[in-house]
């Protein structure tokens, strides 16, 4: 059985930054891919960023040069740094791996993050 756990969410006033992390434990071999993804309100939840097991890194149009993804193997870890957040950037924020030996997709609870105007 596979846990991620996030955390990091919370308000924040609109230009300001803030860090989500997501650890991941249990039955894991190697982890291949971890990413973020975002729901807000009323949407359908869509890719944010994500970190490929080479380092390859992708990211929405919408948040290109404000965040910045990252991954801590050792950890089972990825990280979300997220700056200069705008009111859009509300949503509840998911945590994704997948796993590389048989390719299974485990998601987390999801944290919600809040940009005030």
């Known amino acids: 059985q596979v846990q991620l756990v996030e955390s990091g969410g919370g308000l924040v006033q609109a230009g300001g930054s803030l860090r989500l992390s997501c650890a991941a434990s249990g039955s894991i071999f190697s982890i291949d891919a971890m990413g973020w993804y975002r729901q807000a309100p009323g949407k359908q939840r869509e890719l944010v960023a994500a970190?490929?097991?080479?380092?390859?890194?992708n990211y929405a149009d919408s948040v290109k040069g404000r965040f910045t993804i990252s991954r801590d193997n050792a950890k089972n870890t990825v990280y979300l740094q997220m700056t200069s957040l705008k009111p859009e950037d509300t949503a509840v924020y998911y945590c994704?791996?997948?796993?590389?030996?048989?390719?299974?997709?485990?998601w987390g609870k999801g944290t919600l993050v809040t940009v005030s105007s």
């Open positions: 994704t791996i997948k796993e590389d030996l048989y390719g299974m997709v485990y």
């Open positions: 970190s490929a097991s080479d380092s390859d890194t």
